[in-house]
């Protein structure tokens, strides 16, 4: 299903909306070098993201017939101060290099917003993501009246040489109810929460002891190839690793494969177990690096960094992203609320 959204004769912009995707707008968004004041990457496995979206919606514009620019939302429910509400996540505006400049963006940014209210009903949240250093899409989305409503921090967990757990396995269909009930007591003060949509059962592993579920974790795979990283860390990872011999295998040619972790759930005093769990899906994967997307307000996140197992290459990279948002029915003191909650990232929402 597709549709016009917008047209500019004098213009000749077209943007239209569709459910699907195309190859052309894979290949379109592999090409873009993301990020601006911070490190520049380019992504591998677009089309493996774009299908994790349950109800995406795929806007692409048009400029005299040629692809331009394009953008992705995803319908989705959410958790807020413990009520249910409908929600329009939004991923990965993109404009063709040779075309910045010429307001490509912000017309992206505009549209998407004013269809997604549209869709909302009286009450919901329009939300994405943006990293901090990243100045122009901050003033692009900034300037159509999305606001920051807090940031997470994306943290680097690295092994050398990560080892297996015997004790790690699969969740089974049959526990993921139980699981889903886990982490909703465990984050009963986090906003933004959606676990019976994010948990995915081939993606999940847990631990546990007799029938009860201790700790468990979601992973996905990714694979970047940096372009630039700015400062001291960018020096070392891009500089230094790729020349020292037991750590160039580590970092071949700029490119970084690497798992993400999410919807974690540790019971009292499993703190350390969390990070077994993760070197073992490391070990299991062949891979030495994996990322976790965590508002450092989370009592949650301030239990795992007592325990500070993040790997000795941890410190290199702390990417401060702003959780930018638009509120449609709530009230002042509804979104005052909203604002004082620690911010769930969700393995729903590709960052």
């Not at 047209?7 to 699907?20: A, F, M, W």
């Not at 019971?267 to 997307?293: C, D, H, P, W």
Request: hydrophobic share 40%; glycine share 8%.
């Amino acid at each position: 299903m597709s549709g016009l959204i917008f047209e500019d004769k004098q213009r000749h912009l077209v943007l239209h909306r569709s459910s699907n995707y195309t190859t052309q707008f894979v290949e379109f968004l592999q090409r873009i070098v993301w990020g601006s004041g911070g490190v520049r990457y380019t992504m591998h496995n677009v089309a493996d993201t774009l299908n994790r979206l349950k109800n995406p919606h795929f806007f692409t514009l048009m400029e005299e017939g040629k692809l331009v620019a394009v953008t992705t939302l995803n319908h989705k429910t959410l958790c807020l101060s413990g009520k249910t509400y409908p929600a329009f996540y939004s991923y990965g505006i993109a404009v063709d290099p040779s075309k910045r400049g010429l307001g490509f963006g912000t017309l992206l940014a505009e549209q998407g917003l004013q269809y997604g209210l549209s869709q909302l009903g009286k009450k919901g949240l329009f939300y994405g993501y943006i990293e901090a250093s990243n100045t122009a899409s901050l003033k692009t989305i900034t300037k159509v009246g999305r606001k920051s409503i807090g940031q997470c921090h994306a943290l680097f967990i690295s092994r050398l040489q990560p080892v297996d757990h015997p004790q790690l396995q699969n969740l089974n269909p049959t526990m993921k109810d139980q699981l889903v009930n886990l982490l909703g007591k465990q984050y009963a003060n986090h906003a933004l929460t959606d676990f019976d949509q994010s948990v995915q059962v081939d993606d999940y592993y847990i631990m546990k002891q007799g029938d009860e579920i201790c700790a468990g974790l979601q992973c996905q795979r990714h694979q970047l190839t940096t372009k630039l990283m700015p400062g001291a860390s960018g020096l070392v990872l891009v500089k230094v690793l790729p020349v020292i011999p037991v750590l160039r295998r580590l970092f071949p040619d700029r490119n970084l494969s690497f798992l993400t972790f999410g919807n974690i759930y540790f019971k009292n005093g499993m703190e350390v177990q969390i990070f077994s769990l993760m070197e073992a899906l490391l070990a299991r994967n062949r891979m030495n690096f994996a990322m976790i997307y965590m508002d450092k307000r989370s009592p949650v996140f301030q239990r795992l960094a007592k325990v500070g197992k993040f790997g000795i290459l941890h410190p290199l990279i702390d990417v401060p992203v702003h959780v930018m948002g638009f509120f449609k029915g709530f009230s002042d003191t509804g979104i005052a609320d909203v604002y004082r909650q620690p911010l769930y990232i969700s393995m729903n929402d590709p960052v």
